[in-house]
């Protein structure tokens, strides 16, 4: 069977295989979902070296700021603001190519160029999201949102 990825995509890939491996192992076992959620931050960081990694977790009607990796971020953003509370509101990942171009987009740091968020869902409802920014445009790709969604799912597999 011909293996149609590019070099690139297939390298991709394998380091999602490898981290999501580890993010299995780190967490077994743990309970408190700070403690886990800061390890996957950190995983996450040090396997792809983006500008910011990090969750914003569901406090009364607001995203607040949960453990991140990165230079300085947002406290609060309201339901439907910015990417983080458009995924919150919609429920979906989304990909931003370049954050110039998104309606609304919060600007926590100048540096960042791109974004990804993944919605987390604790029994049904969403919890919080994780959201990764780079300071490059376009870098998340469909595999970026395949993978991080199933390191969600471990995460969420996890929440109490």
């Known amino acids: ?65 949960g453990p991140f990796q ?4 947002c406290f609060r953003i309201k339901k439907g603001e910015g990417v983080c509370g458009t995924s919150w509101k919609e429920g979906k990942t989304i990909i931003v190519k370049d954050v110039e171009k998104f309606p609304g987009h919060i600007a926590c740091s100048s540096f960042s160029k791109s974004e990804i968020v993944v919605p987390i869902f604790n029994k049904k409802k969403i919890y919080g999201v994780l959201d990764i920014d780079s300071d490059k445009l376009n870098s998340f790709s469909e595999i970026d949102k395949k993978y991080l969604e199933k390191i969600v799912s471990v995460i969420e597999n996890n929440l109490m």
């Open 1 to 65: 069977m011909h293996d149609f990825n590019t070099p690139r995509e297939s390298d991709l890939e394998k380091k999602y295989i490898n981290l999501e491996c580890q993010i299995k192992s780190l967490i077994i076992g743990e309970q408190n979902s700070t403690a886990i959620l800061a390890n996957v931050a950190a995983a996450i960081s040090q396997t792809f070296n983006w500008l910011w990694v990090g969750f914003y977790l569901i406090e009364d009607s607001e995203l607040v700021l």
């Open 70 to 73: 990165g230079p300085v971020a």
